[in-house]
């Protein structure tokens, strides 16, 4: 028997590491330090104030006791609804789970599903928490590496590669969390058409970052383009992102009956229903007016660009345009080998990132943790004229290196 009291399990796996990025960034604010913190990934905007009037309905008619396991009827329906609307998907009610948050959906399908050793296929980079929910969940995370050169993206020939018999998931992230890439039409059709050839092969796709894209670009669902992937793609999404719900905590997915009704289970033993009030409030979220989510992706474009300009104006960064998210992923290989005032060389993007924070108090995450170095992501979900501070500090910074 083990020693630790703690489970093999969980000693498989480590907190998140944008978190400890924020904590150190809070430690050195504490100790007086101007620090401008460009890790968060939620949006900087309240919730729009019709969601928060459903909430407070919702309260005042007493909408505060336990819900359905899998959501409230309306929450359901609201969800079928927005599908059919957005997506041109149908599904039942009986096929949509709502969970605590898409990460809770997520967590919950790789629980409901994995067996020891079953492999998971993870694009990289990577949003930092699909590798450890697959190892909480016993199961084998496989990083296939999407360079710059090919937009971050995966090409059907690296899925065609990387498919064996225990290939259990497929995880699809676009726009991606951390790059902003995604996919076009063509490009899904043809990672479908590999998945087509592997029917064991599971999809999932997490849909969280769909409305917050950029230069008009159109947001194709591979289940719209191949809708005999159906019986086997969970499709993951949620409210936090796209209007600004990120503390109300809900997400969903829809997908075949067998594994909507696993997670089900599994969730009716965990944490149970997602709280009544942020599911009202959801169901304004997705059926009310949807003026915010123009509002605030022009808002996040324009600091893109800005940011944008602002970066690739460095000497020794460059950074690739994100078509969403609101996130860039910036290429600091150019500083790599230079040597920081202090006498330190700069040997990895977790060194460039720890020099940013201590030197002028930027805080970033470095690329190491989502599976692609050497990059530094920077949150742009922060007012612009914090971001344009930033980047003359981190230009400052760069401009101080031998
Ligand atoms: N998926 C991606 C790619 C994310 O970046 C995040 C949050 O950062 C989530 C899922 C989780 O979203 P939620 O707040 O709904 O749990």
């Given at each position: 028997m083990?020693t630790?009291?703690?489970?093999?399990?969980?000693?498989?796996?480590?907190p998140?590491p944008?978190?400890?990025?924020?904590?150190?960034?809070?430690?050195?604010r504490?100790?007086?330090?101007?620090i401008?913190?460009?890790v968060?990934?939620e949006?900087?905007?309240d919730?729009?104030?019709?969601?928060r009037?459903a909430?407070?309905?919702?309260?005042?008619?007493?909408?505060?006791?336990?819900t359905a396991?899998?959501g409230?009827?309306?929450?359901?329906?609201a969800?079928?609804?927005?599908l059919?609307?957005?997506?041109?998907?149908?599904?039942?009610?009986?096929?949509?789970?709502v969970?605590s948050g898409?990460?809770s959906?997520?967590f919950n399908?790789f629980?409901a599903?994995?067996?020891?050793?079953d492999?998971?296929l993870i694009?990289?980079?990577y949003?930092v928490?699909y590798?450890?929910?697959?190892?909480?969940c016993?199961?084998?995370?496989?990083?296939?590496?999407?360079p710059?050169?090919?937009a971050?993206?995966?090409t059907p020939a690296?899925?065609?590669?990387a498919?064996?018999?225990?290939?259990?998931w497929?995880?699809l992230?676009?726009?991606?969390?951390?790059?902003?890439?995604?996919y076009?039409?063509a490009?899904l059709?043809?990672?479908a058409?590999?998945l087509?050839d592997a029917p064991?092969?599971l999809?999932?796709?997490?849909?969280?970052?769909?409305?917050?894209r950029?230069d008009g670009?159109d947001?194709p669902?591979?289940?719209?383009?191949?809708?005999a992937l159906?019986?086997?793609?969970?499709?993951?999404?949620?409210v936090?992102?796209t209007?600004a719900?990120?503390?109300?905590?809900?997400?969903?997915a829809?997908?075949?009956a067998?594994?909507?009704?696993?997670m089900?289970?599994l969730?009716?033993q965990s944490?149970s229903?997602?709280?009544?009030?942020s599911?009202a409030?959801a169901?304004?979220?997705?059926?009310?007016d949807q003026?915010?989510?123009?509002?605030?992706?022009?808002v996040?474009?324009?600091?893109?660009?800005?940011?944008?300009?602002l970066?690739?104006?460095i000497?020794?960064l460059?950074?690739?345009?994100p078509?969403?998210a609101?996130?860039?992923y910036?290429?600091?290989s150019g500083?790599?080998?230079?040597?920081?005032?202090?006498?330190?060389?700069?040997?990895s993007?977790?060194?460039?990132?720890?020099y940013?924070l201590?030197?002028q108090?930027?805080?970033?995450?470095?690329?190491?943790?989502?599976?692609?170095?050497?990059f530094?992501?920077?949150s742009?979900?922060?007012?612009l004229?914090t971001?344009?501070?930033g980047c003359?500090?981190?230009?400052?910074?760069?401009?101080?290196l031998?």
């Amino acid at each position: 028997m083990s020693t630790s009291r703690i489970s093999a399990r969980v000693q498989r796996i480590k907190p998140s590491p944008s978190s400890a990025a924020s904590d150190r960034a809070n430690e050195l604010r504490r100790q007086g330090k101007s620090i401008i913190n460009l890790v968060v990934g939620e949006p900087d905007f309240d919730t729009p104030a019709h969601i928060r009037a459903a909430a407070c309905t919702a309260i005042e008619r007493g909408e505060t006791r336990y819900t359905a396991n899998a959501g409230t009827p309306q929450l359901r329906q609201a969800i079928v609804d927005k599908l059919q609307r957005e997506n041109g998907l149908s599904y039942a009610t009986s096929q949509v789970l709502v969970t605590s948050g898409a990460k809770s959906a997520i967590f919950n399908a790789f629980a409901a599903t994995l067996g020891a050793g079953d492999e998971v296929l993870i694009p990289a980079p990577y949003w930092v928490s699909y590798p450890d929910m697959v190892l909480a969940c016993e199961g084998e995370p496989v990083t296939l590496a999407c360079p710059e050169e090919n937009a971050f993206k995966l090409t059907p020939a690296q899925l065609r590669d990387a498919i064996t018999p225990r290939t259990r998931w497929l995880l699809l992230n676009s726009p991606s969390n951390p790059t902003g890439a995604s996919y076009s039409a063509a490009e899904l059709r043809a990672l479908a058409d590999v998945l087509l050839d592997a029917p064991h092969v599971l999809l999932m796709t997490d849909d969280i970052y769909e409305h917050i894209r950029y230069d008009g670009l159109d947001n194709p669902h591979i289940l719209a383009i191949e809708p005999a992937l159906s019986d086997r793609t969970l499709v993951v999404n949620g409210v936090s992102k796209t209007y600004a719900m990120t503390g109300w905590r809900i997400g969903y997915a829809a997908g075949p009956a067998d594994v909507i009704g696993a997670m089900a289970t599994l969730q009716s033993q965990s944490t149970s229903n997602a709280c009544s009030v942020s599911q009202a409030a959801a169901v304004e979220a997705l059926n009310g007016d949807q003026q915010f989510v123009k509002d605030s992706v022009q808002v996040y474009q324009e600091r893109r660009d800005s940011c944008l300009d602002l970066l690739n104006g460095i000497d020794g960064l460059s950074c690739r345009k994100p078509d969403g998210a609101f996130y860039l992923y910036v290429n600091c290989s150019g500083l790599l080998g230079k040597t920081t005032p202090q006498g330190k060389r700069l040997d990895s993007d977790y060194d460039v990132v720890m020099y940013l924070l201590e030197s002028q108090g930027v805080a970033v995450v470095a690329g190491t943790a989502y599976g692609l170095a050497p990059f530094f992501r920077m949150s742009i979900a922060t007012a612009l004229d914090t971001l344009e501070q930033g980047c003359s500090r981190i230009a400052t910074a760069v401009a101080a290196l031998n």
